[in-house]
T-cell receptor, first 115, second 109 residues
Framework: SAVISQKPSRDICQRGTSLTIQCQVD?????MFWYRQQPGQSLTLIAT?????????ESGFVIDKFPISRPNLTFSTLTVSNMSPEDSSIYLC????????????FGEGSRLTVL | GQSLEQPSEVTAVEGAIVQINCTYQTSGFYGLSWYQQHDGGAPTFLSYNGLDGLEETGRFSSFLSRSDSYGYLLLQELQMKDSASYFCAVMGGGFKTIFGAGTRLFVKA
C-alpha cells in the first residue's frame, strides 16, 4: 500500500510570497494528483502530474499560479505563487492505490494560511 | 461539464441506517467512489462501484446505476464515530477523480 509524505504540513505565509509543497510517495506511480480543499468545502482537482510531461491543469487553474514539477515516479512539487488570502487552503497530494478499484490515497495535506 | 450532487447534510441517531444519494453528470465514466473525511483529517476511501449493483463492505454498502447516473452510500448500525463528511466521486476521462460537494453526517445519541 502507498505511503505519501507531504511537506510542509502547515505554514503561515505572507501575501505576495510563494510556497512549494513537496509530495513523496514510497512506490513508483504514473499519475499524481494535486487537490485543493478550502475550509468547509469539497476537494477540487488542481492538476494531474505525470512524470516526463507537463502537468495537466483543470479549468480555473493555471501553470503560472500553480507550477508543478514531477522529476521522477515517486516525487512531485506544487508551488503556490504570489499568494493571496484566497489561497488559504489545504493542499493535498494523492495517488491511486489501485486504479482498477478507483481507490485514491491521500497525503495528510498541507494547510496554508496566507495573511 | 462535470457535476455531482449530494445532500449537504444528514442527521441520524445511533444504530439507525442512513442513505446518502449521489447523482452525477460527467464526461467519461469509469466508476463511482465514496470517501469519508473527519474534521482535520485526509479523505479515506470507503468503496467503489465500477459496475451496476451493490457492493458491501462491513457496515457500509454502495450502489450504482449507470443508466440513471445515480448511486448511494448506505451506512448501517450507525455509530458516533461515523459523524464525518462523505464525498461521492467519479473517476472519469483521463482517470481523473472529481468529487461532489460532500454530505455532512451528524450521528446523535
Amino acid at each position: 500500500s502507498a505511503v505519501i509524505s507531504q511537506k510542509p504540513s502547515r505554514d503561515i505565509c505572507q501575501r505576495g510570497t510563494s510556497l512549494t509543497i513537496q509530495c513523496q510517495v514510497d512506490s513508483q506511480v504514473t499519475m499524481m494528483f494535486w487537490y485543493r480543499q478550502q475550509p468547509g468545502q469539497s476537494l477540487t482537482l488542481i492538476a494531474t502530474a505525470n512524470q516526463g510531461s507537463e502537468a495537466t491543469y483543470e479549468s480555473g487553474f493555471v501553470i503560472d499560479k500553480f507550477p508543478i514539477s514531477r522529476p521522477n515516479l515517486t516525487f512531485s512539487t506544487l508551488t503556490v505563487s504570489n499568494m493571496s488570502p484566497e489561497d488559504s487552503s489545504i493542499y493535498l497530494c494523492s495517488v491511486y492505490r489501485d486504479r482498477d478499484t478507483g481507490e485514491l490515497f491521500f497525503g495528510e495535506g498541507s494547510r496554508l494560511t496566507v495573511l | 461539464g462535470q457535476s455531482l450532487e449530494q445532500p449537504s447534510e444528514v442527521t441520524a441517531v445511533e444504530g439507525a441506517i442512513v442513505q446518502i444519494n449521489c447523482t452525477y453528470q460527467t464526461s467519461g465514466f469509469y466508476g463511482l467512489s465514496w470517501y469519508q473525511q473527519h474534521d482535520g483529517g485526509a479523505p479515506t476511501f470507503l468503496s467503489y462501484n465500477g459496475l451496476d449493483g451493490l457492493e458491501e463492505t462491513g457496515r457500509f454498502s454502495s450502489f450504482l446505476s449507470r443508466s440513471d447516473s445515480y448511486g448511494y452510500l448506505l451506512l448501517q448500525e450507525l455509530q458516533m464515530k461515523d459523524s464525518a463528511s462523505y464525498f461521492c466521486a467519479v473517476m472519469g476521462g483521463g482517470f481523473k477523480t472529481i468529487f461532489g460537494a460532500g454530505t455532512r453526517l451528524f450521528v446523535k445519541a
